[in-house]
Structures are given as C-alpha cells and as structure tokens.
C-alpha cells in the first residue's frame, strides 16, 4: 500500500507511523467481523487502528473500542487516529501486549469482542526493520498466548474473531478449543477463484456454541488481478471508495 492517508468512504487513517500499512487482511476482516450484541471491543494487535475504526461505523453510539498495539509508533498513531474517527462511539489507544491487557482488572472479563489481525509469521526470513518484525512475526504473541489472552479478556458468550494464513487453521483449531472456545464460522478466504485458500477468518464464542459452526468461502478476484467478484464488492462497498 501506498504511503499517506489511507481514505475510506466515511473516515481517514493516517499509516506513516505504523509498520503496516493498510492491507487486504484487515480491510476483509473488518468488513466480515459480526458486531452484534458488541460494545466493548478490543483490537489485539491494533496497528493504526482501522481496522477497530471499521467496525465503531457499523457499531452503536454507545460502543467503546480500546486498541492494544505494542509498538510505540504505530500505538502513538492509533491514537491520533482514534481521535479523529468520526462515529459516536467511543476509542482509546493502549501501548503494550494483549498478555498484560488481559491482567487489567477494568478490562480482565470485560469484553464482548476480541478482533485480531494478528503477527502470524512464524519461523520465515525477518526484516532488519525491528517494528515491522513486530507486525508480522508471532515471536511476541504466539497463537496460544493471543487465545489465553482473549478468553481472560472475554466476558462469558463473548466472541473472538482473527484472520490467519490457511496453512495454520489446523493449529488455531487446536488452540482456541483448548481455552474454551467454540466454533461458529470459518471462512476460507481465496485470492482468485482458481486458487487455493490464502486466509482464513474464523469467528468463536467463549462457551458453548447454539449450533455446529457453518463453513463458507470468499473469493476475492475472478480469474484476473482487479476483476473483483461481486461477493466480494458487496463485503467491502460500506467502506471502500470506488466500490
């Protein structure tokens, strides 16, 4: 992504601060991410905070976010960003680890959805770059401690939703359950039609799910670069110009 402003339909982030940018894995997971029954949500992992942005548009007026982002830049610019947002909900910055959020007594038990974009790289070549390994490696939030960390944070019934890369989902399946999680959806996210699933996004409830969880595909491209399928156009129109 380009350097500068990132411009959605309804609001503006600022990303020169942030190590990453604006990028396809968040824009989907905000958009996909259910906000029922959500007013108090926390970003694990919050960048520059768009991604908890995208769903205070869709959220009530009386939602509050809190973005914990352990990288001092990008938590700096997440805040800035927050206080510029545009909706009636209610958002806050915090730098350091989803692990020492969940020890927060005011937050500990508190929350209704965990959203994690999180770093999900794992044993692959590293940047010189000591943030951008921040936002990419797991070396400082490891998939277990990103779950344990959730299910502290959680009320009971609340919801944890992520996006991995598909060559991990068989781990996270193992994972989430282990704390007390269960299933609702899985969606395995395709580039093109034609290839096999990069991402997948999963949603969980900490407890007992009403029902088994449901599996479903998104295609994001047809069979060439900008030739977006409809399903996917019909994911991102609430926020993305030119849709």
């Given at each position: 992504?380009?350097?500068?402003p990132?411009?959605?339909?309804?609001?503006?982030?600022?990303?020169?601060?942030?190590?990453?940018?604006?990028?396809?894995?968040?824009?989907?997971?905000?958009?996909?991410?259910?906000?029922?029954?959500?007013?108090?949500?926390?970003?694990?992992?919050?960048?520059?905070?768009?991604?908890?942005?995208?769903?205070?548009?869709?959220?009530?007026?009386?939602?509050?976010?809190?973005?914990?982002?352990?990288?001092?830049?990008?938590?700096?610019?997440?805040?800035?960003?927050?206080?510029?947002?545009?909706?009636?909900?209610?958002?806050?910055?915090?730098?350091?680890?989803?692990?020492?959020?969940?020890?927060?007594?005011?937050?500990?038990?508190?929350?209704?959805?965990?959203?994690?974009?999180?770093?999900?790289?794992?044993?692959?070549?590293?940047?010189?770059?000591?943030?951008?390994?921040?936002?990419?490696?797991?070396?400082?939030?490891?998939?277990?401690?990103?779950?344990?960390?959730?299910?502290?944070l959680?009320?009971?019934?609340?919801?944890?939703?992520?996006i991995?890369?598909?060559?991990?989902?068989?781990?996270?399946?193992?994972?989430?359950?282990?704390?007390?999680?269960?299933?609702?959806?899985?969606?395995?996210?395709?580039?093109?039609?034609?290839?096999?699933?990069?991402?997948?996004?999963?949603e969980?409830?900490?407890?007992?799910?009403?029902?088994?969880?449901?599996?479903?595909?998104?295609?994001?491209?047809g069979?060439?670069?900008?030739?977006?399928?409809?399903?996917?156009?019909?994911l991102?129109?609430?926020?993305?110009?030119?849709?």
């Open positions: 992504m380009a350097r500068g990132f411009h959605f339909k309804e609001f503006s982030v600022e990303q020169d601060g942030a190590a990453m940018k604006v990028g396809t894995d968040g824009i989907v997971l905000g958009c996909w991410t259910p906000v029922r029954n959500a007013r108090r949500v926390l970003d694990a992992g919050s960048g520059n905070g768009y991604v908890g942005i995208m769903l205070l548009q869709r959220m009530a007026a009386d939602a509050r976010l809190l973005g914990i982002e352990i990288e001092p830049s990008a938590a700096e610019q997440s805040a800035e960003n927050y206080l510029h947002q545009p909706f009636a909900g209610k958002a806050r910055a915090w730098e350091g680890s989803v692990q020492d959020a969940a020890e927060q007594a005011g937050w500990s038990g508190h929350m209704d959805l965990v959203i994690s974009n999180p770093p999900f790289f794992r044993d692959k070549p590293k940047s010189p770059i000591r943030a951008r390994n921040l936002a990419r490696h797991d070396d400082t939030l490891p998939m277990g401690a990103l779950v344990k960390a959730s299910a502290g959680l009320s009971p019934g609340g919801r944890l939703c992520t991995w890369p598909a060559d991990r989902e068989e781990e996270w399946n193992g994972w989430a359950p282990g704390y007390g999680f269960s299933i609702l959806q899985t969606v395995r996210v395709r580039t093109m039609r034609h290839l096999s699933p990069k991402r997948i996004l999963s969980w409830v900490l407890g007992e799910g009403s029902s088994p969880g449901v599996t479903a595909e998104l295609i994001l491209e069979t060439a670069t900008l030739d977006y399928t409809e399903q996917y156009l019909e991102v129109r609430p926020y993305l110009r030119g849709t």
